[in-house]
């Protein structure tokens, strides 16, 4: 089970953290990602990151506005969006899979419900 969590309405230049809480998976050795979409738009992979060994991926749309992060002792990884931008605004989605790394939603075996980003310009 994955459940996110930080979610919320934002000017644009803010920042927030959303949090993703996993349960029932072996945390210290798997792919945890975050996705994002947008009303009309398809899912959209923003950054993932190996719990194991910290290997990460960022889409350029974020790299070096957001940060992923893993906290192994707490199941819990983090998604710190720095400098937002209203195209930013999206409903983003923790994702976890024990075996891939990528880009590809349809690969990913567990999704959380998702937490409302609203960035207002």
């Known amino acids: 089970q994955l459940v996110e969590s930080g979610g919320g309405l934002v000017p644009a230049g803010g920042s927030l953290r959303l949090s993703c809480a996993a349960s029932?998976?072996?945390?210290?050795?798997?792919?945890m990602a975050w996705f994002r979409q947008a009303p009309g738009k398809e899912r959209e992979a923003i950054s993932s990151?190996?719990?194991?060994?910290?290997?990460?991926y960022y889409a350029e749309s974020v790299k070096g506005r957001f940060t992923i992060s893993s906290d192994n002792a707490k199941n819990t990884m983090y998604l710190q969006m720095n400098r937002l931008k209203p195209e930013d605004t999206a409903v983003y989605f923790c994702?976890?899979?024990?075996?891939?790394?990528?880009?590809?939603?349809?690969?990913?075996?567990?999704w959380g419900q998702g937490t409302q980003v609203t960035v207002s310009s």
């Open positions: 994702a976890a899979d024990e075996y891939y790394f990528g880009s590809n939603p349809v690969e990913y075996d567990y």
């Open positions: 990151i190996t719990t194991s060994d910290s290997r990460t």
């Open positions: 029932g998976l072996t945390f210290d050795d798997v792919t």
